[in-house]
């Protein structure tokens, strides 16, 4: 085959491929107290739920506004909002029939592997489309105020105010990521919130409206600690503040693991401390005075 021909061939099947995502993108908007504001969505199933981000949808007095494939027109209430996660799920008053639900992909990005975003940047380009490659993975993206989002995906892929919840989708259609931001101090620097932290959180918010979180009831910062003629990397205990959750946790241990998981920044904690750990005596592996040893927590609810 011609050089002509394959660069054709290639445009045909990326023409396909966002043929086949568009439609199950939707253009979101609504108004607040004394604001208004747009974002991006996609569907997620069959029944008509909507994943975008938190911050979209937050502080809008329901039902927002839709417009989904084909320029239809409906409303979606919120089923449930995670602000730490920064997703929220909503479920569409009236689904046209024949719109697809994207499928969250397994497997984790890949660096440098091919990807697009779709949304509605500006909140006046519905179904638009740009492509790039994940540029880097495992990245912390900090937020005022809040808890960072830990493992996100970074990419090249052109996002504006109003893509805020599309999809990041990979070379077969499937969801790699949401998109959530960029970072305003350089070119093409984006990033999007994981496909398996979306998988999680959007079963939760579906089933419960609400994300419940445990907590060990103590502070902690990253650091090394020395053992056994080795460095282990962990999170030390500052301080403790909730000592019934906390259990036998004391200051200056460095958590290691949490019952065989091992813990080494605290994106991993906060991922093992799961709504079933809440009033379950939980094993917690510290470096305490040089040695390893491993201690009771009985973890509380993270509150709100």
Known sequence: ??????LVALSDELADLVGRVVPAIVALSGRGADFSGSGSGFLIDDEGHVVTNAHVVEGFDPPLDVVVHGGVRTKADIVGCDQISDLAILLLQDRPPGLPALVLRDSPAKLGELCFGLGSPLGVYPESVSIGVVSGLGRTIRRKGMRPIYKAIQTDVAISPGNSGGPLVD?????LGVNQCVDSRGAGISF????ETVRAI????????RVERAALGVTVVRRTAAFDGRVAPGLAVTRVRDADAAGDLAEDDIIVAVGDAPVTEAGDLFALLTGDRVGRPTDVTVIRDGRQVTVVSHPGRLSD
């Not at 085959?1 to 394959?6: C, F, K, P, Q, V």
Request: hydrophobic share 45%; glycine share 18%; proline share 4%.
């Open 1 to 6: 085959m011609a050089d002509g021909n394959r």
């Open 171 to 175: 070379a077969g259609g499937q969801v």
């Open 192 to 195: 999007a919130i994981p496909a």
């Open 202 to 209: 959007s079963a939760e918010l579906r089933a419960n409206g």
